[in-house]
């Protein structure tokens, strides 16, 4: 922080409300507890981002004194909350959580991981606290959104995280499937000002192409958009792959030693030609023989699938294919394709091969679905509510979720959570989701905390390290967010509500050094845990643990082994963060897999292949289906209490092709009912030529009409919940995302 006049001061953090880790200059004026922040704008001399910022990033003043969150602890007595101290809050869950797990056994309690946390700092300590659960019971925002990515990531590079990035800054050519960067900023490709970085793509020459069901802000701003019918992405890209074999193109001159499997994905793309897959896709034969084409030629070329890729019927296949055509092209691994980043906080690789990636280790209760990441399908939470018998889930604890909104027949949910013997909520708010709570636990906000994107760096199209300390001080007698973590985690041991978090924190740091001396190749080999220990005071909490990671990872001092090597220290030294350079090749020693090899055609991936040809002689008739969508000022559904980003014109709307609203009688202003297997909906329309005939589309993250919340403008602007309309019974199966697009409904006048 610097001086900026009298009375003021400026601080530098790094924005954490989306995945493109802009870096934001505040200026703080006033003395002690008046303090409040007057400007926020993008930091000019951030090394990621050079004062790029959205809507969203200069909101923070708003969130951070909005009324509606929560400072204080909540318990429902008589059906109502009531304000109470930390102690009886803890003493609360101590005196009924615990004994359900005792009673029922430890899959009774559940837990559910929302987003957000991916951009918390503190929650390093969530794993700790689901590990002391002991559950099978647990589940993430990651199976309705990502999990797909994971999964082929995982079974083709050896790890969850191993996920190849476009080298956005320096490809000549950009294939983007089911994204929409110019409203989302990016997502699982961590780039700050993403619409910049595609423009200066077309600038310095080269192609920008956009194939998605509607024609989206980034659509508009590409040089091609080709429509495609929602879920068909797979068949899409296999016509791809069949003409990259059929025309002899293929490129493995780079990495061919490093794969695996070359001649089954041969083999597999021999019955998925252009001209078979056209009618399912809507996409016609010469376009993707052109396309293919344009991929194999280009200097260098990059595909990047996200959302609408995954939350499909076949999600993991269409991840998985959009790295088999990086591949095939040369393109994986080199500058300008798609590449690998490889994280300051990361511990240090410099051999191939791993343990490889594992999945299937347990199954959940009612419908037999399989762990993906440790954990299981969200779209069966409501089951294991609903069912009795042993291993029923009679308790939940919420992280920063709200999967009454987010997730599949949200309706279902919504009731199930009714009907629960206990449940805790850390969160900011009371929403659709913890207002079923009987004991909320608040955290700081944003500017009351520390931050690193531990999550997002591991997804970083450069190099960068920035940490950001607190810009204010944390309320009075309010703990951390790691704090909270880490109390309810001794709760769960067994510790009690009044445990000595210090021990617990030390006991955690511990082992963590006592990890990372015990692997050998690590600059810290052989040492002394407790000499370590003692380096990193006087450090606590999660500051604590990410000096230890970045003194131990690729950039790393070791402690003393590389003089010139970065600590928290540096970042501290340097609030506008470290720039580490361009990101560079990491095949193979990148590689976890046992072979130490790209494994291009995995056995399971191999085995679903016959149901996505099956797809192809399904019967077509002309019915409407769902998809979701993004706007710029919108972050899921926690954002929507921020008057400037939700005024002005309607933007809960059902988008419609203006020859399906003549066909189904709605016009544009009108209200119709949108309705599917599980529930239905009304919702005003909006008629535009902007998406493809057969498609109509809800954003996802409204429906803030319902009783109980304390979300004060958001209940004024609720719109409806598009995940009302989603079933609950379709998934992925390789990965066990919902599919929450492509979902068949029907459209009326309401």
Known sequence: ?????????????????????????????????????????????????????????????????????LRRPLVKRDGEFVEVSWDEAFEEIERRLPPIADAHGPDAVAAYVGNPNAHNLGA???????????????????????????????????????????????????????????????????????????????????????????RSKTAEHADEHVFIRPGTDPLFLFGVVHVLFEEGPTDLSLIGDHVNGVEEVERLAAAFSPERVAPACGVDAGTIRRLARELAA?????????????????????????????VLTGNLDRPGGAMFAEP??????????????????????????????????????????????????????????????????????????????????????????????????????????????????????????????????????MPDEWEVILRLTAVLLGLGAHADLDALDDFAALQLVQSAVAVEGSPVAGRDPDELMAELAPRRGPERLLDLMLRTGPYGDGFGADPDGISLA??????????????????????????????LAPQEIVADVPRLEASLDRHRNGDLVLVGRRHLRSNNSWMHNVHVLVKGKERCTLQIHPDDAASVGVADGGLAEVASRVGKVTVPVEVTAGIMPGVVSIPHGWGHDVDGIRMSVASQHAGVNSNLLADEEQIDPLSGNAVLNGIPVTVAPA
């Open 298 to 326: 280009a200097p260098s070329a990059a595909v990047y699938g996200r959302i609408g890729t995954c939350t499909v019927e076949f999600g993991t296949l269409g991840s998985w294919l959009v790295d088999v055509v990086n």
């Open 1 to 69: 922080m610097g001086e900026a006049g009298s009375g003021t001061r400026t601080a530098f953090r790094t924005c954490p409300l989306c995945e493109a880790t802009c870096g934001l200059e505040i200026t703080v004026a006033g003395n002690g507890d008046g303090e409040q922040v007057v400007r926020i704008r993008g930091d000019r001399d951030d090394v990621f981002s050079h004062g790029f910022i959205c809507p969203k990033g200069s909101t923070l003043k708003q969130l951070h004194e909005d009324p509606d969150v």
């Open 344 to 477: 300051a906080h990361a511990p240090r690789k410099t051999e191939p091969g791993g343990r490889g990636y594992r999945m299937g280790k347990w199954e959940s209760r009612v419908r037999g679905l399989p762990e993906r990441n440790g954990e299981l399908p969200v779209a069966t939470l409501a089951d294991e509510i609903e069912t009795p018998g042993e291993g029923q889930v009679r308790a939940l604890i919420t992280v920063a979720g709200n999967p009454v909104i987010s997730t599949p027949n949200a309706g279902r949910l919504d009731a199930a959570l009714d009907s629960l013997d206990f449940m805790v909520s850390v969160d900011i708010y009371v929403n659709e989701t913890t207002r079923h709570a009987d004991v909320i636990l608040p955290v700081p906000t944003a500017l009351s905390k520390s931050h690193y994107d531990v999550a997002l760096y591991a997804l970083q199209i450069r190099k960068v390290a920035n940490y950001s300390p607190p810009v204010f001080e944390r309320p009075e007698g």
């Open 124 to 214: 390093i300590y969530l794993r700790g606290l689901l590990k002391a659960l002991r559950t099978k019971n647990l589940f993430s925002a990651s199976t309705v959104d990502q999990m797909p990515k994971h999964v082929s990531a995982g079974l083709m590079f050896g790890h969850a995280l191993t996920i190849p990035v476009p080298d956005l800054d320096r490809t000549d050519y950009l294939l983007m499937l089911g994204a929409n960067p110019w409203e989302s900023n990016g997502s699982l490709c961590t780039a700050p000002d993403f619409p910049g970085r595609v423009e200066s793509i077309r600038e310095r020459g080269g192609k920008v192409v956009v194939v998605d069901p509607r």
């Open 570 to 599: 540096t970042l501290e030294a340097n609030p506008h963060g470290i720039d580490l350079g361009p990101l560079t090749p990491r095949v193979p020693t990148g590689l976890a897999t046992p072979s130490g090899k790209v494994e």
